[in-house]
C-alpha cells in the first residue's frame, strides 16, 4: 500500500501524531478536536448503540469532551493510549472514524489493545482496513516496535471480525459476558496479531 507520514511530534517509543494513508488524514487526540468528535458520534448514536459500552450521561458535552482529549493528549505523550482521529483527505474538518492502541503494556508483554470505530455512511469502502493497517505498520515498526495487537469483538459483530481477519489476526478464545453493552452483559471473542519482525528469541527492551 502506498502511504506517506506527516513527521510531527515523535516521541521516543511512540507513534507519529499524524499520519496520512491513500485516503485518510489521522491525527492523535487533542482537546481541538473535540467539537469534530462529538459531531461524529451525534450522526452515529443508534450505529454505535449495539456495540459501544454504556456511558456516562455527560460523556460527550462539550467540556467533557475536552478535558478526555486532553487525557488522551497527554497518555499519547505517555505511551499508554495512542488514539487516532479519522477524516478524509477533501474534508479535513470532519471526522468518520477513530482507531486507537490503548492499554499499551511494555516490559517482558509488549503488547496493546485495538480499538476503533467507523462512520456509518462510510462503512464497507475499505477505509478502516487501510486505517488499522497504517496504525499497525507504525505499532509494528521499528520506532515503537509492539509484540502483539489483541482486539476484543463480538461474535454477532460479523463486519468487524473481518476486518481483523483480513488483516491476519488469529482467533484465540472466548470470554463470556465480557462487557456490558446496549442493556446486558455481551461475550466476546479475542483475535491478536503478532509482530512478524520479532524473532522467537528476541529480547524485548525492557
Excluded at 485516503?23 to 451525534?42: G, H, N, V
Excluded at 476484543?152 to 453493552?181: A, C, H, K, M, T
Aim: hydrophobic content about 40%; some cysteine.
Amino acid at each position: 500500500m502506498s502511504t506517506s507520514s506527516l513527521m510531527t511530534g515523535r516521541r521516543a517509543g511512540s507513534p507519529l501524531k499524524q499520519m496520512r494513508t491513500d485516503r485518510l488524514w489521522m491525527r492523535a487526540s487533542t482537546p481541538a478536536l473535540a467539537e469534530a468528535a462529538i459531531d461524529y458520534q451525534a450522526r452515529n448514536v443508534e450505529h454505535f448503540a449495539r456495540w459501544d459500552p454504556t456511558r456516562p450521561a455527560d460523556h460527550w458535552e462539550l467540556e467533557v469532551t475536552r478535558a478526555r482529549l486532553a487525557r488522551e493528549e497527554a497518555a499519547f505523550d505517555a505511551g499508554t493510549t495512542w488514539r487516532f482521529w479519522l477524516s478524509l483527505h477533501d474534508a479535513p474538518e470532519r471526522v468518520i472514524g477513530q482507531c486507537a492502541l490503548s492499554e499499551v503494556v511494555r516490559g517482558v508483554f509488549q503488547s496493546a489493545m485495538l480499538g476503533y470505530s467507523l462512520d456509518h455512511a462510510c462503512v464497507g469502502g475499505g477505509l478502516m482496513q487501510e486505517a488499522l493497517r497504517r496504525l499497525l505498520d507504525e505499532g509494528f515498526g521499528p520506532a515503537v516496535s509492539l509484540h502483539r495487537v489483541q482486539a476484543s469483538v463480538r461474535p454477532d459483530n460479523q463486519r468487524s471480525r473481518r476486518v481483523l481477519e483480513r488483516l491476519g489476526f488469529q482467533r484465540e478464545g472466548f470470554s463470556p459476558r465480557y462487557l456490558f453493552i446496549d442493556g446486558a452483559w455481551r461475550d466476546h471473542e479475542t483475535f491478536a496479531l503478532i509482530n512478524p519482525q520479532w524473532g522467537e528469541t528476541q529480547r524485548p527492551a525492557v
